[in-house]
């Protein structure tokens, strides 16, 4: 690395933590004095200005997407490929607006798109550009490590949002996932973990264990609590057999499981959780499932996604996937990317269905294990979360009312 890259490198990140307010759009700083906020717009600016030459060749290959011929509504940035003429962006941010989509690139220049195919499992859509052709992306192709930079770009050569690798490359679809197959017993203090209720389709109970049972043992790892269980499962993949020892009315057994894919539970957020995932920008709505993505604290906007990202050198490194909530974003390396556009997509009807199976199947086990999570519970265990949460809010308001008499003097 030369000496004008590293100068360049801590300029960047040593303005990271400044700088962050930058992605927040116009979000005032609370008692932030005039002079303040006088000096932190010009380190912004001067920010951004630094990272235009990091997004320099990623814009080239950002186009903005919107829908409608007339009044038009912007629904997301896709990431040129090809010989120009394709486009790759996110599927369910266009979908309403499939047989109406526009192009344009940060030179002006605007396209009809038509949908060539999907990339479902992926929430991905290959589009035709029609009568134009832009500047397709060049990926550069390596692992996302750990506390990488990361830039994602806008049409205009500026750039639209940043952040580092938080969480390495991994696979978000839970049916991939290995599933033992039990609910356990959560007020459970004693040593393992006692089952509250078996799933009776799954590998655990195929395997003869019964509710009431404690497991002991995950192969020669003792099993402490319901975390160790969780570190024991983890690596584990469908179709694997794992030795378990349990503990069954005071005697102990081993058994063999073949562990299970994992159901797609989907999410159960609640009003209050929604309300904390959306501080700070609206996520998008497919925010799970993916294969291949690595986590970034990117604060990018939902409608800016789709687009892609390049590290410091200025190279394409990957697409952004999903703003999944205020501290999280989802990127797709290039590897990733490139494998995928080997494989065969869907067609717009074929994904509906996919979609709509999807759905159903969400619905029925969502049908399925409500009943059994609150059983779990007690009336007394939700009036106490009742009361802790409106103490928080009396505590909150409280503060509010301080920082209002502070800022009055």
Same mark, same amino acid.
């Given at each position: 690395m030369n000496i004008t890259h590293t100068i360049r490198c801590c300029a960047l990140l040593a303005g990271l933590a400044t700088m962050a307010?930058?992605? =927040? %759009?116009?979000?005032?700083? @609370?008692?932030?004095?005039?002079?303040?906020?006088? #000096?932190?717009?010009?380190?912004?600016? $001067?920010?951004?200005?630094?990272?235009?030459?990091?997004?320099?060749?990623?814009?080239?290959?950002?186009?903005?997407?919107?829908?409608?011929?007339?009044?038009?509504?912007e629904l997301a940035y896709g990431t040129v490929i090809g010989d120009g003429t394709q486009v790759l962006t996110k599927w369910s941010q266009i979908m309403p607006y499939a047989?109406?989509?526009?192009?344009?690139?940060?030179?002006?220049?605007?396209?009809?798109?038509?949908?060539?195919?999907?990339?479902?499992?992926?929430?991905?859509?290959?589009?035709?550009? =029609? %009568?134009?052709?832009?500047? @397709?992306?060049?990926?550069?192709?390596?692992?996302? #490590?750990?506390?990488?930079?990361?830039? $994602?770009?806008?049409?205009?050569?500026?750039p639209g949002a940043f952040g580092v690798v938080g969480v390495l490359e991994r696979n978000l679809r839970e049916t991939d996932q290995a599933h033992l197959g039990i609910l356990a017993d959560q007020k459970y203090r004693g040593e393992g973990v006692r089952i509250a209720d078996v799933q009776p389709e799954y590998g655990a109970a195929a395997a003869g264990i019964q509710a009431g049972d404690v497991i002991l043992k995950i192969g020669d790892r003792a099993i402490s609590g319901l975390q160790e269980l969780k570190n024991a499962m983890s690596g584990k993949r469908p179709g694997d057999t794992i030795k378990i020892l349990v503990d069954s009315a005071g005697k102990e057994r081993s058994i063999d499981?073949?562990?299970?894919?994992?159901?797609?539970?989907?999410?159960?957020?609640?009003?209050?959780?929604?309300?904390?995932?959306?501080?700070?920008?609206?996520?998008?709505?497919v925010r799970s499932g993916f294969s291949?993505?690595?986590?970034?604290?990117?604060?990018?906007?939902?409608?800016?996604?789709?687009?892609?990202?390049?590290?410091?050198?200025?190279?394409?490194?990957?697409?952004?996937?999903?703003?999944?909530?205020?501290?999280?974003?989802?990127?797709?390396?290039?590897?990733?990317?490139?494998?995928?556009?080997?494989?065969?997509?869907?067609?717009v009807a074929e994904a509906m269905i996919k979609m709509e199976e999807e759905r159903q199947q969400l619905a029925e086990q969502r049908r399925a294990m409500i009943p059994q999570l609150r059983a779990q519970g007690k009336p007394r265990d939700a009036q106490r979360m009742r009361r802790h949460l409106g103490d928080m809010e009396r505590l909150i308001e409280r503060m509010n009312r301080e920082m209002e008499e502070l800022g009055e003097r």
């Open positions: 307010s930058a992605q =927040r %759009g116009n979000e005032e700083v @609370p008692l932030m004095r005039s002079d303040e906020k006088k #000096t932190v717009d010009g380190q912004t600016d $001067a920010f951004n200005k630094a990272l235009e030459s990091v997004v320099r060749d990623a814009a080239e290959s950002t186009v903005l997407i919107w829908g409608r011929a007339n009044n038009p509504l047989d109406t989509l526009y192009l344009q690139g940060g030179n002006g220049q605007e396209a009809k798109a038509e949908v060539a195919g999907i990339y479902t499992e992926e929430d991905l859509a290959l589009l035709t550009v =029609r %009568g134009a052709a832009f500047t @397709p992306a060049k990926f550069y192709e390596a692992p996302l #490590t750990l506390g990488r930079f990361l830039a $994602a770009s806008r049409p205009s050569g500026k499981v073949r562990l299970s894919n994992r159901p797609v539970l989907g999410q159960f957020s609640g009003d209050r959780l929604n309300q904390m995932e959306r501080m700070g920008g609206e996520p998008n709505r291949r993505v690595v986590q970034s604290d990117m604060q990018i906007e939902a409608n800016r996604v789709g687009g892609p990202v390049a590290d410091l050198d200025g190279r394409i490194v990957g697409i952004t996937m999903a703003r999944a909530d205020r501290t999280r974003t989802y990127i797709m390396g290039s590897s990733a990317v490139m494998e995928m556009l080997k494989g065969k997509t869907d067609t």
